[in-house]
């Protein structure tokens, strides 16, 4: 049976060779993967990870007219307070009404544990039915349910019957799986199993005007839209800025681009399967969506790496390009655009040549930067993967030609990343988002390694990043005062011990 016709989702740690605990040379990474030994590295100790539950919330908060069901004890939709004021300004960006998602909860106690949360589940879901009157009901399967064995997905399809919403559930206990990542699959499966995902007669087109030669006319004019359009998937990290320059850029090939799947409403997402391209700029968002898009509509995929730094831009914009013969208009568009952007790039990179920098975040991205930097001129001391899967490995053997010698890990674990901070007194720390407290109280000055209100994509967001990278050197007193009253809980010991000491192989 494949994982699209199973009613919960696989997590990656069943779908893909995966790892989460490595240190060493690039190429033994690739060796690493390929052999299958990355499954089995581990450390003696670990310090807590996240929660992919909590990721699949900030995909699902985005979507347009949506009530959440969290099914599980009250604290797991905590998180939903503070994500509401960062999805409103998402609306907001993009044109669409800035209301926050409606969210309630089953509220699970002890006695649920014992006797079962089913009842309260369908309650709950009937409820925000008939009170909100959202088009769809996400229902979050949380640690709980699962540990009891809550039968969510018998209760989704018969509140499906008497409902006027769309209700999806997303399993996505936090326990099931070690990679956050986990989170996106969790996501699109409740899309691709409860949602349609193709235009209705009458709602999206008017079946009869098919017939004679105005329907004709029409039917051609369609398939000649459709056969221009590109969906871009914008999971998470990719903000509306970077929505807007790949846009912009796919625009001057003449392509007409829509963004999925965050962001989107129920009648938007309809429309999903009407195409020429699917195109990720990271397959640890969206292969899996991707690949049920193509298995079940025959709509082709492109997943050609992020487009960051000239290079990768260029190099992105011709995959695309070459699916649609157009190899030639995209050439002379990256030429037209890289002579405007190293002129603008020009005053900012003796300020950053030889800058000692380590990256940290997740495996594309930071394979991608430290790629960028380099060729910049600054100086890639080390990156750490958040984890490591083998969709990674095209970038990674690029990665292993640039960086023959430098010594990477794949970690989450900040006792590690402290260890590494202290002993590498970077300039600059370049780094997931959540982090950047965390780095001013070890004293380093840090960017981040994407925010979903600032550029990183295109010739645009090369200059907007190292806009804020010459920015952030211009002025360090904060962090070096405030590391001078932080104490970290770690012993001196543990500074004199090698940063990945705990993992075994
Ligand atoms: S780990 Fe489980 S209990 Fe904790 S927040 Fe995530 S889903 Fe809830």
Redesign the pocket.
């Known amino acids: 049976m494949s994982y699209y016709e199973q009613a919960m989702p696989p997590v990656r740690d069943q779908r893909l060779k995966i790892g989460d605990s490595f240190s060493g040379l690039a190429c033994e990474i690739l060796d690493c993967s390929k052999s299958g030994c990355m499954l089995t590295r581990n450390r003696l100790f670990w310090q807590t990870g996240a929660?992919q539950?909590?990721l699949t919330l900030m995909m699902a908060a985005t979507v347009e007219r949506a009530a959440i069901v969290m099914h599980?004890?009250i604290?797991?939709g905590s998180q939903l307070h503070a994500l509401s004021v960062q999805t409103n300004k998402g609306k907001a960006q993009r044109g669409k009404s800035p209301v926050p998602p409606v969210w309630l909860s089953t509220n699970l106690q002890e006695s649920d544990v014992i006797g079962g949360g089913e009842a309260k589940l369908r309650q709950t879901i009937e409820y925000a039915d008939r009170e909100f009157r959202p088009e769809i009901i996400f229902v979050v399967s949380?640690?709980?349910p699962n540990i009891i064995g809550d039968d969510v997905e018998e209760i989704v399809r018969s509140a499906q019957e008497s409902a006027a919403a769309h209700v999806v559930s997303l399993h996505?206990?936090?326990?099931k799986s070690r990679v956050v990542a986990s989170a996106y699959d969790a996501f699109y499966h409740g899309l691709l199993k409860h949602l349609p995902l193709s235009p209705e007669p009458w709602r999206d087109f008017v079946p009869h005007a098919e017939n004679g030669p105005q329907g004709d006319l029409k039917r051609i004019e369609y398939e000649n839209v459709k056969g221009r359009t590109i969906n871009l998937w914008n999971a998470t990290s990719i903000g509306v800025k970077d929505e807007e320059e790949l846009t912009r850029l796919l625009g001057a090939l003449g392509l007409k681009v829509r963004v999925f799947a965050e962001y989107s409403s129920a009648d938007e997402m309809r429309l999903v399967s009407q195409a020429a391209l699917n195109v990720s700029m990271c397959n640890v968002h969206d292969d899996y969506m991707l690949s049920f898009l193509k298995e079940k509509f025959g709509t082709p995929y492109l997943i050609a790496g992020m487009p960051i730094g000239f290079r990768d831009t260029r190099r992105w914009l011709g995959a695309i390009a070459s699916h649609f013969g157009m190899e030639e208009e995209a050439r002379r568009i990256a030429d037209a655009e890289e002579e405007r952007a190293k002129a603008a790039i020009a005053p900012f990179l003796p300020k950053i040549q030889g800058k000692r920098v380590l990256l940290c975040g997740g495996v594309v991205r930071v394979g991608t930067e430290a790629i960028v930097l380099k060729e910049l001129g600054m100086d890639v001391l080390t990156f750490r993967a958040y984890h490591y899967d083998n969709g990674a490995d095209e970038i990674y053997e690029r990665v292993a030609e640039e960086f023959p010698n430098t010594r990477l890990s794949v970690s989450n674990q900040w006792f590690e990343f402290c260890n590494q901070i202290k002993k590498l007194k970077p300039d600059l720390v370049v780094s997931h988002n959540g982090t950047q407290g965390l780095l001013a109280k070890l004293g380093v000055p840090a960017v981040q390694l994407f925010d979903a209100d600032k550029s990183f994509f295109g010739y645009g967001g090369m200059f907007s990043l190292l806009r804020r990278i010459v920015f952030t050197f211009k002025n360090t007193s904060y962090q070096k005062r405030l590391s001078a009253h932080v104490k970290f809980p770690y012993r001196d010991s543990w500074y004199e011990k090698d940063a990945f000491h705990y993992i075994k192989n």
């Open positions: 929660c539950m909590a599980g004890p604290g797991c949380t640690c709980a996505c206990p936090g326990f």
